[in-house]
């Protein structure tokens, strides 16, 4: 009597079955997920957060005594690149390092580190991009009215939550926030 000895294992075709599984699966989790726009959205998040953080500076300067009257009113500063900044209507307001400088040299042009209860920003921040068509921008009309603007780049913000759109600004692509949103931009 012979005795037949069961192999174990798994054969290659059940092997190949289980990978091309895997591989679908893989495949539907990254388009459920988009990682691109996952990327974008957090990008966008950082833009909402950085124009708070300015916003409250500002408005603390502002509340301190300081003011935008020493600066060409309906001039617009904005970081193009991390090491420019360019005013679309004037010369530039800095350039090199300067640009996140909170000493009135930087892309907002206030000093931040007079106010009487120290600096409220240690640095200005930049556009997570900062790039030609992704940054930052500050405009004033030297009456102590102001905005800081931004684009967005996620469709979650731009589309199904319409952020810029819904800002109350006078720009229905750019993110915007102020004490006066009506600021034309130069």
């Known amino acids: 009597m012979q005795r037949k000895i069961g192999k ?22 990254v388009l459920v997920i988009n990682p691109v726009e996952m990327m974008k959205k957090s990008r966008d ?13 500002i408005n603390l300067a502002l509340t301190d005594g300081k003011s935008f009257t020493a600066f060409t009113e309906n001039e617009t500063y904005a970081t193009a690149a991390t090491t420019t900044v360019y005013a679309t209507t004037a010369t530039p307001a800095t350039t090199g390092t300067a640009v996140q400088s909170n000493t009135g040299t930087g892309w907002v042009p206030l000093d931040f580190s007079t106010v009487s209860s120290g600096a409220p920003i240690s640095a200005l921040p930049l556009d997570p991009q900062n790039s030609v068509t992704s940054f930052y921008r500050f405009i004033h009309d030297g009456a102590g009215h102001y905005k800081i603007d931004c684009a967005f780049e996620s469709t979650e913000y731009t589309t199904t939550q319409d952020k810029d759109g819904k800002d109350g600004g006078n720009n229905a692509n750019r993110y915007e926030v102020g004490n006066d949103l009506a600021v034309a931009t130069g």
Not at 12 to 18: A, P
Not at 45 to 57: E, F, L, P, V
């Open 45 to 57: 998040s950082q833009r909402i957060s950085d124009m708070g953080t300015i916003q409250t500076a």
């Open 8 to 29: 174990k294992g798994f054969t290659l075709i059940e092997l190949l079955v289980v990978i091309a599984i895997i591989g679908i699966l893989a495949a539907v989790i």
